[in-house]
Antibody, heavy 119, light 108 residues
Framework: QVQLVQSGDEVKKPGASVKVSCKAA????????ISWVRQAPGQGLEWMGW????????VYARKYQGRVTMTADTSSTTVYMEVRSLRSDDTAVYYC????????????WGQGTLVTVSS | EIVLTQSPGTLSLSPGERATLSCRAS???????LAWYQQRRGQAPRLLIY???SRATGIPDRFSGRGSGTDFTLTISRLEPEDFAMYYC?????????FGQGTRLEIK
């Protein structure tokens, strides 16, 4: 079945970088894009950006431009998101979610990766 | 940016009752590009409804969506125990994609 499996939880210090992976299975990765959404503890959902697995086109939310990079490796059916210059308020669960285009609904979602930023 | 405001913040109902959740947009969401998600505690969100009123694969028909313009509604006709969770609306008409702050559906 269609599923997205994310990498494990991470603990990082302020100023460091983190790279979260999202491995797709059960569908042709090049036919869909992947969005990333984060959820701070006890908070709602925030869209971060989208990458096309077909041609590597990306769209980032303005808040994350310059600090977040999304990449795709079709040979391993894996999409990556790197966040640099981590701050304590970046502590959140990060989700990847399949999306057929840059402006679309998300289905399915990965299981989430908790990134904790603490000194 | 389109701001989505969900109401009520918390809805307390009993199994078997009908739930009506609201999502209001700060500007018109054209082409009905609005979705609803359910998030159970400790789990990832799950798509329920897309394009305002289309049920996602595997979603029971007790879930229904309607609306247009700036006002959208998710209705759960007869609540089952597993329906008590957080619900979020999302618009994908305009950049950036935005979500409502959520409605918590709790057991009364």
């Amino acid at each position: 079945q269609v599923q997205l499996v994310q990498s494990g939880d991470e603990v990082k210090k302020p100023g460091a970088s983190v790279k979260v992976s999202c491995k797709a299975a059960g569908y042709t990765i090049s036919s869909y894009g992947i969005s990333w959404v984060r959820q701070a503890p006890g908070q709602g959902l925030e869209w971060m950006g989208w990458i096309s697995s077909h041609n590597d086109n990306t769209v980032y939310a303005r808040k994350y431009q310059g600090r977040v990079t999304m990449t795709a490796d079709t040979s391993s059916t894996t999409v990556y998101m790197e966040v640099r210059s981590l701050r304590s308020d970046d502590t959140a669960v990060y989700y990847c979610a399949r999306s057929s285009s840059r402006w679309n609904w998300f289905d399915p979602w990965g299981q989430g990766t908790l990134v904790t930023v603490s000194s | 940016e389109i701001v989505l405001t969900q109401s009520p913040g918390t809805l307390s109902l009993s199994p078997g009752e009908r739930a009506t959740l609201s999502c209001r947009a700060s500007q018109s969401v054209s082409s009905s590009y609005l979705a609803w998600y359910q998030q159970r505690r400790g789990q990832a969100p799950r798509l329920l409804i897309y394009d305002t009123s289309s049920r996602a694969t595997g979603i029971p028909d007790r879930f229904s969506g309607r609306g247009s313009g700036t006002d959208f509604t998710l209705t759960i006709s007869r609540l089952e125990p597993e329906d008590f969770a957080m619900y979020y609306c999302q618009q994908y008409d305009n950049s950036p994609i935005t979500f409502g702050q959520g409605t918590r559906l709790e057991i009364k």
